[in-house]
């Protein structure tokens, strides 16, 4: 082995000066600075380099196998060096620069690398984790920029973590670095010059930790008026990827909107475009324009070239001030979104407005028909699991499970609301919505799809409902709502053109109507052993089931408790079975048909009749109820028979009781 000389202290020359506290708190926003608490720039890590002699040698004379232990600083003066077989560069505080290696076989400390050293050939770093010292590689610009400086930056980031990664480097640590990229160009040299937004963005390779401190902002560089693509990181058919710390920090108010844009321009922050096996821990996403992370997959499924995606968690990351939407999944399974914090997505902001869509999390895959009507399936987004996130004022929604399956939402803090639309196999369960003032006004969770076949075996239960207009609404088929505590709002459940459905098991203390249907239909469900406490309506069902096409449609309501002295008003209505509840407060029934109203446990009514029928009817059974008498004015009965049509009614086995 040659050991150098050991020499003093060496300061290795800066050509570009990282930006000023002022210049990096213009291109944050204020919620960002309030995550870094302290505004101080970070003193960049020393780089270990003590030497500032150079090296009385040459590496003319190396013998095979040989290993050289650098305290001196070697100027190889522009040469290219063929090495002997095996030799071993080992740091002890000096540098190497200005030339190339090229290695037949050897390692060397990856402190020694920088970006006036070239190596080539075979060589392997000493230690699999190579951190990336700024001030080391003249070549990636930090601060502020120009466009092509800012394309270059992408550019030779990418080919650092490339060139580690070939060299056997396995995690990639950054520290104090600030710079901006430009990801919006095209940089294909093939003929046809199409945009990948995977491809111009700063890929990370398979089998790699891009590991980030949170004194790493990686910044998109502010886009031209009309561009609706782009990406600052990207995983692109890629395996078994993390990427963990740091910021990412879109152009949302420094760049360009064109007259003609309608919500859709802007960059992403991260893209996952057919990655397997890929880790986001920590990550920072802050004012991405176009959203923060797209998670999507090469080709569409009925495609050979298809890569599909899987093996994807979103853990511990925030979302802040995102543009449109903060996770858009459009194909993928076995993705997990756990732990993260999502604030304003959405929102506009003073340099821009909040794009379209308005949700945390979209997902929804691609989907059309072919001319015979058959399903085709382009994307397919499934087996996703959303947990212990929080939301925090998002201007739509926290999740819109758009098109999709198998997909649990599930044990999240939630401010806005949640929707199931053309989905199956989907679950909304023990999380704890509590409205924000903008979101009181509308519901926490919408149940749509309508009549789609692909809409079935969905759940909305154990959910804590606080604070909202309405706390479930349903428009849908074949969904399970149980055992969810809605308080604090106007309408518990809210039915719209709902079939195959059952709604059982929830406790409901609302200021309006428990559960609502109204000018609309509900077949083939059921209502069952839930606790209604209401201030006006434990149940309201008005011009139901009442049109030629669903004159045979059918819904029972059992067993449930009405706690209040209100009503239960059936009004223009048909296909009703109400039976074996117990009612504090009075039935009304009005110019309805084919309605059962039977052994009801028991009707407590005070200031209205026990059974009140009135207009005009058609099938319609009372029996067998125990009935209290009214506890208000004299003038309330048992029942109070002031239908037009008393021969349609049968009236039998019910009982009077005094109290």
Known sequence: MKKLPYF?????????????????????????????????????????????TPCDFDLSDLAANSTITVN?????????????????????????????????????????????????????????????????????????????????NTAEFEDLMFQIKEMGGTTFETNVFDAFFETTKVTSTTADQNFYASVEGINVPSNFHLKMSD????????????????????????????????????????????????GLEGTHLMHIHSGRNVTVDGVNFVEGS??????????????????????????NCSFTNIRRMGIALTDGNDILIEGNTFTNVGQPMAGSDGGEVGYAINIEAFRSRDANGNLLEHERAFDILITRNTEINSRVGFTAATIGQDITVENNDIETRCIISLASGTK???????????????FAIFAAGSHSETVFDNEISGNDITGYSIGIATDTNDIDVHDNTITNGDIGIQLKDTSDSRFYNNMINVNETGISATNTFVNNSTINDNEITAGRFHLF???????????????????????????????????????????????????????????????????????????SHS?????????????????????????????????????????
């Not at 204020?30 to 020393?46: A, L, R």
């Not at 909304?428 to 006004?441: C, G, K, P, Y």
């Open 8 to 52: 003093l202290a060496f300061v290795f020359a800066i050509s570009i000066i990282a930006c000023s506290t002022e210049d990096i708190e213009e291109a944050i926003s204020q919620e960002d600075e309030e995550i870094i608490e302290d505004d101080t720039p970070p003193e960049e890590e020393d780089d270990g380099i003590v030497s500032d």
């Open 72 to 152: 001196c600083l070697l100027d190889l003066e522009g040469a290219t060096i063929n090495l002997p077989p095996n030799t071993t560069f080992d740091f002890d505080g000096g540098d190497i620069f200005n030339g190339t290696l090229i290695f037949s076989g050897g390692i060397i400390d990856g402190r020694l690398l920088n970006s006036s050293l070239k190596t080539e050939g075979n060589v392997s770093l000493k230690d699999p984790v190579f951190k990336f010292n700024a001030s080391r590689w003249e070549n990636i610009v930090q601060g502020q920029t120009s466009s092509d400086i800012a394309l270059k």
């Open 215 to 262: 004194n790493t902002k990686l910044r998109q560089f502010p886009a031209e008026g009309g561009i609706e693509n782009g990406t600052v990181i990207a995983v692109r058919d890629a395996d078994n990827v993390r990427i963990t710390g740091g910021y990412v920090i879109g152009d949302r108010n420094d760049r360009i909107y064109s007259p003609q844009d309608v």
């Open 290 to 315: 176009k959203g923060a992370l797209a998670i999507y997959s090469i080709g569409f499924r009925f495609d050979p070239d298809y890569i599909p995606t899987y093996g994807i968690k979103v853990i």
């Open 428 to 442: 909304i369960i023990n999380n704890r919505f509590n409205a924000s003032a903008e979101a009181a006004e509308r």
């Open 541 to 615: 069902l008005t011009g139901f089931n009442n049109t030629p096409d669903t004159n045979g449609y059918t819904i029972s309501v059992e067993r449930n408790k009405f706690l209040t002295s209100k009503k239960v008003t059936i009004n223009n209505a048909n296909g009703i079975d109400f039976m074996n509840n117990e009612v504090t407060g009075g039935i009304e029934l009005g110019t309805s048909s084919n309605i059962n109203i039977s052994s009801n446990t028991k009707i407590d009514p005070n200031d209205s009749d026990g059974i009140r029928l009135y207009g």
């Open 619 to 659: 099938n319609v059974s009372i029996t067998n109820n125990n009935i209290l008498e009214p506890s208000g004015a004299d003038r309330f009965d048992c029942i109070n028979n002031d239908s037009d049509t008393p021969n349609a009614i049968v009236l039998s086995g019910n009982t009077c009781a005094n109290r």
